[in-house]
């Protein structure tokens, strides 16, 4: 099975977040390890994340917490293929997500993965587009 960080499921993670999301991210990360799970993220989401660290804690430890995040076990989608593109675009005119959100959408239905969020504004996609959201809290 394939499971999708939403960049405040992996932000949950680093910062700890106990109740918030930690404990259901720190489990899969142990399933992806032991190869039970295959955990992505796409790049996009990832600049999400590295945004809110540089954000919150500035430049210099947002680098290092991104450095030692690379030994994760989580596959990072680097490339944005035309369908994705096309039905990012498609979740982004009909429903009221950020931009990132609709690539993190449209990437889990590429791959028929499940998303990992606790981001609410995904919930109409879930009902609408038939999304599996495991939803961390």
Not at 56 to 68: L, P
Not at 75 to 92: C, D, L, P, Q, S
Not at 118 to 126: G, R, S
Request: glycine share 6%; charged share 25%; aromatic share 8%.
């Amino acid at each position: 099975m394939i499971y999708l960080l939403d960049a405040c499921a992996l932000l949950a993670w680093i910062n700890e977040e106990k109740g918030k999301g930690y404990e259901a991210v720190d489990a899969l990360l142990d399933r992806a390890r032991t190869g039970e799970i295959t955990i992505c993220m796409s790049i996009i989401n990832l600049t999400e994340v590295y945004y809110g660290l540089i954000r919150d804690m500035g430049a210099e430890m947002a680098g290092k917490i991104m450095r030692d995040a690379e030994d994760l076990p989580i596959h990072i989608i680097e490339n944005v293929t035309g369908a994705v593109y096309r039905e990012a675009a498609r979740f982004k005119a009909a429903y009221s997500l950020s931009l990132a959100d609709v690539f993190l959408c449209a990437t889990a239905q590429s791959l028929s993965a499940v998303v990992v969020t606790k981001d609410k504004e995904i919930a109409a996609a879930e009902q609408s587009e038939g999304l599996s959201v495991f939803w961390i809290t």
